[in-house]
Structures are given as structure tokens and as C-alpha cells.
């Protein structure tokens, strides 16, 4: 009865981790990527008013006109990135939303589209449920995690569509930098490749601000995917947006009307009160996650972990063998392994630093003493 592309979609391997974890009492709960700050109540009046005053009515698919222009102002406020216009954004069910509406548009069943290995477990479950094949691309280390272009070329073929790329990155935390993603996007050009440019993360750039892609690399197709859910600890109201191409923007926009009709009302709302209100509140859960980050590296350093140090997002890549279930059950941590990220990501774990410091610390001891 179920479709053989949803059949043949794993489940994510954070998961099995996590359900363990639920029956595990006083867990230390470090697998899953949430903010642990509460949204910043300005958000949450705005959308409280607007159900008020009856704003709980279908919208247009692309989304609120309001929310659009308010969208490209935050475009050029936060990501130096000038001249979008609305007609060019489309709000969507969180950043998963804008990423499955561009997957939708650009991939049929048999084509491929290459994703980074290691790399967010929905980079590739996305594409198998759609019949199309993800082709995992190694970064190398050594190079602040750029794709290895030669084995990126072996890994293109006739059927090949799209590239995605991520930075800030989840697990591994880097961030490319303008040459980088020039880079990237030079290569796409030489193979008509749309880039997929995961930049969820954008606002929690740890060291210095993270590049938008699209400036850094002009003349590419491109769809750039965005979300509140991590700046603005706003997991729970599902809301992002997609930033793309006048040739692209159409069927992305078919695709959210088919799926999803319009994302919720009172939630795009809450949406204008974050990009449009005082960004204090970004700053400050930056400013806290560095604050951890540089703990866990210095924890780590303590204990002889070896860890990759993260510019961007708020995640800490572990080299470890442990077992992460074996983990959980000697010394209830829960961690995400690293073979959910893909092949590469085998022989680390990934930890959130969006949790208590001092559970980050305790999470650490554990793996190093178990
Ligand atoms: C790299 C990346 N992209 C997208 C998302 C999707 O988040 P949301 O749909 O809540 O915006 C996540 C969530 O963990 C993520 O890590």
C-alpha cells in the first residue's frame, strides 16, 4: 500500500536515539537541535493580536504581502543582500517547507541531486521519498570543509540537477566564506546545476557573519532557504521562506499552493513582529551559544576529545566511537550519531550545544569516561 519512495525513505537515525532517550529518566538531552530559550514575547503578542483581530483566514500561497516586503528588507539588513524583490520569496512551512517545495520543482524521479556527506539527514530523505537519488559529496577538512571538486565531478552525471550546499553548517558547524561559495556556485554554472543553499543558519554565525550565497555567486540559479526557527527560537511555529530565481519562483509557488495552501496566518504575523522588531533578542541567544560553544571546545580540550571547532550554527562535531544508544543507557546522555548524517559522518557524534551548559559538560565527561 505505501509508495515504494516512501517505503525505501529510512527513518532518521536521531530519532532512535531520542525515543530511547524519552525512557531514560533524567536524560541528558543533547541530540536534537532546538533553541532552549523561549520565543522572545514581542513574537508571541503579534500573533496573539492578529488572532485577535481576525487575521485566521487563508492567505496568499507565496505568502502576506507585508511579511514578503518585510522579508526582503531583512535580506538586506542581515545579509548585505540588495535588489530581492517580494515577488521573488515564497514563505513556507519552516525552512523543511521552502526546501521540499524547491526539491519538488527541480527533481523527477531517477534525477539526482547532490548533498553534502556529512549533512542534514532531510538533504537526502527529501529526495529518496521523491524517487530521486541523493549522491553524498565529501568535504575536506583541511580546506575549511569545501566540497573535493574532483570527486564532485565524478559524482556528476546526465541526470544530475541540483546541487545543495549548507553553510552555516548542520552537524559539522563550518561556514564558507565568499571564495568558497563563488567556488561552488562556478562549478554549478560549468553543469547548468540549480544550488540549493541552505542558509537556516544564517543569523547564528559564531565568529563573523555568514555570506549569502547568491551574492557571493551571481549568474546561478539558485534557491536559498531560510527560517526563524533557530535566530528566533520560533521551532514550534513553522515558518521560513524560500529566496530564489524569477524562472524558479513560479513553481515553487505551485508546489506550496498544492502542499500546503498558505502558511499559517496569525504564524506569518509573528513572522513581521521578529524581522521588523528590535533584534536584540538574536543577538543575545547568539551571543549565549558562543558562549557555549567555547566551553564545549575547552571541555573537550580537557578531556582529550577531539572536536571541530564550529564557526556557525550550534552544534559540536565529535570524533567518537561510542555507541551513542550504549551511551545512553551506561550514562543516560543522548547524543545524535554520526552515521545519520551519512557515511562520512561514521566514528562521530554530534552534540547541541543548544542546551544548559552544564549539561553540555556532563555530556562530555560521559563520553570520555564511559
Ligand atoms: C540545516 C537545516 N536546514 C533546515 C532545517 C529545518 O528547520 P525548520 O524546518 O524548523 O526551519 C534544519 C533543522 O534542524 C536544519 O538543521
Known amino acids: 500500500m505505501i509508495s515504494p519512495e516512501v517505503a525505501s525513505t529510512p527513518a532518521s537515525g536521531i530519532r532512535a536515539v531520542a525515543n530511547a532517550a524519552w525512557a531514560v529518566p533524567d536524560a541528558i538531552h543533547l541530540e536534537f537541535g532546538e533553541p532552549d530559550f523561549p520565543t522572545p514575547p514581542h513574537i ?38 540588495d535588489g530581492i524583490t517580494p515577488d521573488r520569496v515564497v514563505v513556507s512551512a519552516g525552512g523543511v517547507g521552502a ?20 549533512g542534514w539527514t532531510n538533504f537526502s530523505t527529501l529526495a529518496t521519498m521523491l ?15 569545501s566540497p573535493d571538486y574532483d570527486h564532485l565531478e565524478s559524482l556528476y552525471g546526465p541526470r544530475t540537477k541540483a546541487i545543495l550546499i549548507n553553510s552555516p553548517s548542520n552537524p559539522v558547524g563550518y561556514q564558507w566564506d565568499a571564495e568558497q561559495l563563488a567556488a561552488v556556485g ?26 549569502t550565497f547568491s551574492a557571493a555567486a551571481p549568474g546561478v540559479q539558485f534557491v536559498s532557504v531560510y527560517s526563524l526557527s533557530k535566530s528566533y527560537a520560533m521551532t514550534g511555529w513553522r515558518v521560513g521562506y524560500a529566496v530564489t530565481t524569477p524562472e524558479l519562483v513560479g513553481g515553487i509557488t505551485r508546489v506550496q499552493e498544492a502542499t500546503a495552501s498558505c502558511v499559517n496566518t496569525m504564524t506569518q504575523h509573528a513572522a513581521i513582529a521578529a ?6 533578542c538574536v543577538a543575545q541567544m547568539r551571543d549565549a ?36 544508544l550504549d551511551l545512553l543507557h551506561r550514562t543516560g546522555t543522548a547524543v545524535a550519531p554520526g552515521s545519520a548524517f551519512g557515511a562520512e559522518g561514521a566514528g562521530h557524534v554530534r552534540l547541541s550545544l543548544a542546551a544548559a551548559q552544564d549539561d553540555i559538560v556532563r555530556g562530555l565527561t560521559n563520553i570520555a569516561t564511559r
Do not use: M
Not at 99 to 114: C, K, M, N, Q, V
Not at 131 to 145: E, I, K, Q, S, T
Not at 275 to 280: E, F, K, P, S
Open 275 to 280: 524581522l521588523t522588531g528590535d533584534q536584540a
Open 289 to 324: 551559544y558562543r558562549g557555549r560553544r567555547d566551553v564545549a571546545l575547552e571541555t573537550a580540550r580537557n578531556l582529550g576529545l577531539s572536536a571541530t571547532r564550529p564557526a556557525g550554527a550550534f552544534y559540536l562535531w565529535l570524533k567518537s566511537d561510542v555507541s551513542t
Open 131 to 145: 524517487g530521486a537519488v541523493p549522491r553524498g559529496y565529501r568535504l575536506d577538512p583541511a580546506a575549511n570543509h
Open 186 to 211: 562556478a562549478w554549478a554554472l560549468t553543469h547548468n546545476l540549480v544550488v540549493i543553499s541552505d542558509e537556516c543558519y544564517d543569523q547564528l554565525w559564531l565568529d563573523r557573519p555568514a555570506v
Open 99 to 118: 526546501l521540499f517545495s524547491a526539491y519538488r520543482t527541480l527533481l523527477s524521479a531517477g534525477d539526482e541531486i547532490l548533498v553534502p556527506d556529512p
Open 44 to 81: 508571541v503578542e503579534a500573533a496573539h493580536a492578529a488572532a485577535l483581530a481576525g487575521h485566521t483566514r487563508y492567505g496568499p500561497s507565496a505568502g502576506l504581502p507585508a511579511l514578503r516586503e518585510a522579508i526582503t528588507a531583512k535580506l538586506a539588513r542581515d545579509n548585505a543582500l
